[in-house]
């Protein structure tokens, strides 16, 4: 598997989180092997929810736009089937 290209950027971050940061990577049953690989996952896994919440939005905002025309839809269905 080929590495993604990675960029070095410097970041500001609370002391607490930081240290908080430390216990896990030091940790013997650690999950991540340094603070670059939890930030990686951890913004990784931030971006994935945040766009997931905009296309969720996106599609709310599609069904109130149509609701009137897929209730009408909805309904001339069921009125259809009940004739079967």
């Known amino acids: 598997m080929i590495s993604p290209i990675m960029k070095?950027?410097?970041i500001s971050i609370e002391k607490e989180t930081l240290?908080?940061?430390d216990r896990?990577?030091?940790s013997k049953d650690r999950r991540f092997?340094?603070?670059s690989k939890m930030i990686q996952e951890a913004m990784r896994e931030y971006l994935s929810r945040?766009?997931?919440i905009e296309e969720e939005e996106?599609?709310?905002e599609i069904l109130r736009?149509?609701?009137g025309r897929l209730s009408?839809?909805?309904d001339a269905l069921v009125k259809e089937q009940s004739k079967a």
């Open 8 to 10: 070095t950027i410097a």
């Open 50 to 52: 945040i766009e997931r």
């Open 65 to 67: 736009r149509h609701r």
């Open 24 to 26: 896990l990577t030091a």
């Open 19 to 21: 240290d908080r940061m």
């Open 33 to 35: 092997r340094n603070r």
């Open 72 to 74: 009408r839809q909805a």
């Open 58 to 60: 996106r599609e709310r």
